[in-house]
Nanobody, 114 residues
């Protein structure tokens, strides 16, 4: 079973930036896409961005142009560079496969506040 550990969250002012990291372990099928999810207070978990084994990316409309997903296969690590952060980006951010096949980690808290 794939296991993940998220890190890099924190408190940031609107317009600021954060770079999240996701360290993965276990037997990850090479064809599986990887993804970042987030869950804001009072809302269900949503898919934020995904990346295929070939490097093809997808983003939810609300983060397009501001967030960039990437991965380093040699380090078994995925990243989410978040720029121009907004109040509505406040959430716990999780990483998993595109289909949620890995065990869910604790996530990393991102708080955007003035």
């Amino acid at each position: 079973q794939v296991q993940v550990v998220e890190s890099g969250g924190g408190l940031v002012q609107p317009g600021g930036s954060l770079n999240l990291s996701c360290a993965a372990s276990g037997n990850i099928p090479s064809t599986y896409p990887m993804a970042w999810y987030r869950q804001a207070p009072g809302k269900q978990r949503e898919l934020v961005a995904s990346i295929t084994n070939g490097g093809r990316t997808n983003y939810t409309d609300s983060v397009k142009g501001r967030f960039t997903i990437s991965r380093d296969d040699a380090k078994n690590t995925m990243y989410l560079q978040m720029n121009s952060l907004k109040l509505e980006d406040t959430a716990v951010y999780y990483c998993n496969t595109g289909g949620g096949k890995a065990s869910w980690g604790q996530g990393t808290q991102v708080t955007v506040s003035s």
